[in-house]
């Protein structure tokens, strides 16, 4: 889902380095953390890459301990292929999210099949691997739509809960909607949200407060499981 015009995120070009002690810290704490866990939800973020908001977005995630699915638009992943890359190696987990955005119910399957092709194509020259999970636009879809997913091995995946940050919600309001979430379940995020980007330190603390952490979107089942 998309709302437009996009807000930029000013002065949130956040450079996203690596130590060695902090590698090693995150490795050491991971299976603590994982014994915490008493069910997993599944994290999306749609409508990526860009240069203005994937920097930001994956700093913060990986700030907090959380993986997400980032739904890219193959448009985006031709565009800005370092940022996909980037998204691999954050951890994060990457999804079709339709090459240009369009209402796939009121396109041809020839269409159809160029959007997704089109996007599996592109993410995976840039580097995020070739995408099992597929989200259609606006979470419309129907059987010639799900006809050209099966062609490309694709898992549908909508959502649980609507964070309605593509609506302007507030950061309360998204931390509210997470809160929602229960075990196998997914929430639909925007990746280019300000409110969203501040909303995840307390995302994080939502979930450990509950025994839930985020974890990866099975494309045999299509709800979330352990990583």
């Known amino acids: 889902m998309r709302a437009a015009p996009r807000p930029l995120l000013t002065g949130l070009a956040l450079a996203a380095t690596a130590v060695a002690g902090t590698v090693t810290a995150v490795t050491d704490a991971a299976p603590a953390h994982a014994a915490t866990c008493s069910g997993y939800v599944g994290l999306t973020f749609d409508d990526g890459p860009s240069n203005d908001h994937t920097p930001a977005l994956l700093n913060a995630l990986r700030q907090n301990g959380l993986r997400a699915t980032m739904f890219n638009e193959g448009q985006f992943a031709a565009a800005y292929p370092a940022q996909v890359r980037a998204e691999a190696n954050a951890g994060m987990w990457i999804g079709n999210h339709s090459y240009t955005h369009p209402h796939l119910t009121q396109q041809s399957q020839a269409q159809i099949d160029s959007e997704i092709s089109r996007t599996q194509q592109a993410i995976a ?33 909508i959502w649980d809960v609507d964070s309605q940050d ?9 931390v509210q909607a997470v ?31 509950k025994g839930l952490c985020a974890g990866r979107i099975s494309p045999q089942t299509g709800r979330a499981v352990a990583p």
């Open 125 to 157: 020259a840039a580097g995020g691997g070739t995408p099992q999970l597929f989200r259609p636009p606006y979470g419309e879809t129907n059987t010639t739509v799900q006809a050209v997913e099966a062609k490309y091995g694709l898992r549908q995946i």
């Open 166 to 174: 593509w609506n302007g919600a507030s950061t309360d309001a998204i």
């Open 179 to 209: 809160s929602r979430l229960t075990n196998g379940q997914i929430i639909l995020m925007h990746e280019w949200p300000a409110n969203t980007l501040a909303a995840i330190p307390r995302i994080a603390q939502t979930l450990a407060g």
